[in-house]
């Protein structure tokens, strides 16, 4: 039994999909969404065909989505952000057999609304690829992700037993479907029975937090920090049951303003490769400092002989699709190579160091900005942090740092190169600084764009910077 079908069963008339306007059951979320893939049938569509679909979360989006699962399409959302040329190119590679947009899910669901039609059974099971998702390319080329209804499933399982979702529960779709974080919300909602809220497209979180009666939410600290600097999201914040942070390192000033307010965080680790969470804080954060985080059940790490993390279990992806064929992605033992430097041990505690291509070498040492970051962010004044290698006639590359501070000039550069150095020692400390008000992201996301702060880091680095450093 496909996902839908099996919570309207299970959880009959309760509220599934929850707009301002309106509610939709889990029972008429599965008439819809059976309907929907009854006209795609008419159209042409087969069990297999790949649709991909560019639109912001709405309703219809995911009515059709759940269409695709109940049917046995292969579902993969696109970032409708993205420059034509980037997603020309995607979808080359995609070769999808139908590409909606918003427009043409609106008109899909009206048609279903307006004539009824049935669906032919699927013989899809819980290992044929139901979704393609694009890894946030933060460090890179975006990459098709492939992954089954079981792996999601697992993904929904591991993550509910950590935090509770369920009836009564409203979480809202902050993050969007053509992202891991977005889409898996929508299977945690249909094996718990939890609803999800999804606001008009481009209304602010904060606007949505007042608006319903919300017990979950998932940001990336970004997000987070934005909200923390608003007074009329004080209160809606502090009753939630669940905050979910991931998708980038919070950091330690974040974490220790989010607890002095009492505020449910949650911090996790995940990957698109994952299908969201790998591990995550087993309780709510109740003092400053980054804790180790938990693996969730279904999942295994370890670590290779250079520090990186491997992992595997019964949410990992299938491999990566590219030009027709599905690539494979583990080495001969199943594990996962995640990119990522981090330590893991005996009880299931994870901590991350950083990503295994951020590391730079400099003067024949490795060098990990996040650690550079860390030591920049105990630097009173300085509220964000980001290092990138610039190139370097003596050592090969050194660091530069791109910082935003709470005053304009402050704390002066002098400062805050004695305060690292005494953390992390003359090597690592930045060559260079740059003030920044606003960070670049990527587009549709709220990470920010590392590479792209290294290419102008690089493009403004020249000649020779002295900083005294001694041999």
């Known amino acids: 039994m496909d996902p839908v079908t099996a919570a309207a069963e299970r959880f009959g008339t309760a509220p599934a999909l929850i707009t301002p306007e309106t509610a939709l059951s889990f029972q008429e979320c599965d008439t819809l969404a059976g309907s929907i893939a009854a006209h795609l049938q008419q159209k042409g569509a087969v069990e297999g065909a790949i649709v991909a679909i560019l639109s912001p979360n709405t309703v219809e989006l995911i009515l059709c989505l759940y269409a695709l699962l109940k049917a046995g399409m292969v579902a993969a959302p696109l970032n409708h952000r993205l420059p034509e040329t980037t997603l020309s190119r995607m979808k080359e590679a995609l070769r999808p057999d139908i590409t909606l947009n918003t427009e043409e899910c609106a008109s899909l669901v009206s048609a279903a609304r307006a004539n009824p039609a049935k669906m032919m059974p699927s013989c899809n099971g819980t290992l044929s690829p139901a979704t393609i998702i694009h890894t946030s390319a933060s460090t890179g080329t975006a990459k098709a992700v492939v992954h089954t209804t079981g792996s999601h499933l697992a993904n929904a399982r591991g993550a509910n037993g950590n935090i509770p979702f369920g009836p009564g529960c409203l979480w809202l779709l902050s993050l969007p479907l053509f992202h891991i974080g977005g889409c898996a919300i929508l299977y945690r909602s249909l094996i718990s029975g939890g609803a999800v809220a999804i606001d008009s497209a481009g209304t602010a979180i904060q606007h949505s937090l007042t608006r319903f009666p919300l017990t979950h939410l998932s940001l990336v600290p970004t997000q987070l920090y934005r909200l923390l600097s608003m007074e009329e999201t004080a209160v809606p914040l502090q009753r939630l049951k669940a905050i979910l942070l991931g998708g980038a390192p919070a950091t330690?000033?974040?974490?220790?303003?989010?607890?002095?307010?009492?505020?449910?965080?949650?911090?996790?680790?995940?990957?698109?490769?994952?299908?969201?969470?790998?591990?995550?804080?087993?309780?709510?954060?109740?003092?400053?400092?980054?804790?180790?985080?938990?693996?969730l059940s279904g999942r295994e790490a370890a670590t290779a002989p250079d520090g990186e993390l491997l992992v595997r279990g019964s949410c990992l992806f299938s491999g990566y699709f590219h030009n027709g064929a599905l690539l494979p992605a583990t080495d001969s033992e199943g594990w996962f190579h995640t990119g990522d430097i981090g330590t893991i041990d005996n009880e299931g505690r994870l901590e991350l160091m950083g990503r295994k291509d951020s590391m730079f070498i400099s003067g024949g040492e490795n060098i990990h900005p996040e650690e550079i970051e860390r030591a920049l962010l105990q630097v009173d004044g300085i509220l964000e942090a980001l290092v990138v290698p610039v190139p370097d006639s003596e050592y090969g590359e050194r660091p530069a740092a791109f910082i935003r501070s709470s005053a304009p000039g402050e704390p002066d550069e002098k400062s805050i190169r004695e305060q690292v150095r005494q953390q992390v020692g003359r090597l690592k400390t930045p060559v260079l600084f740059y003030r920044v008000c606003q960070w670049a992201t990527l587009p549709g996301s709220d990470k920010t764009d590392r590479i792209w702060y290294q290419r102008v880091a690089r493009e403004y680095r020249t000649g020779e910077v002295s900083d005294g450093l001694s041999a």
């Open 252 to 295: 330690a000033c974040l974490i220790e303003n989010a607890a002095s307010r009492h505020l449910p965080v949650y911090l996790s680790y995940g990957s698109t490769e994952m299908s969201s969470q790998i591990a995550t804080t087993p309780s709510p954060l109740t003092a400053p400092g980054v804790p180790p985080l938990s693996l």
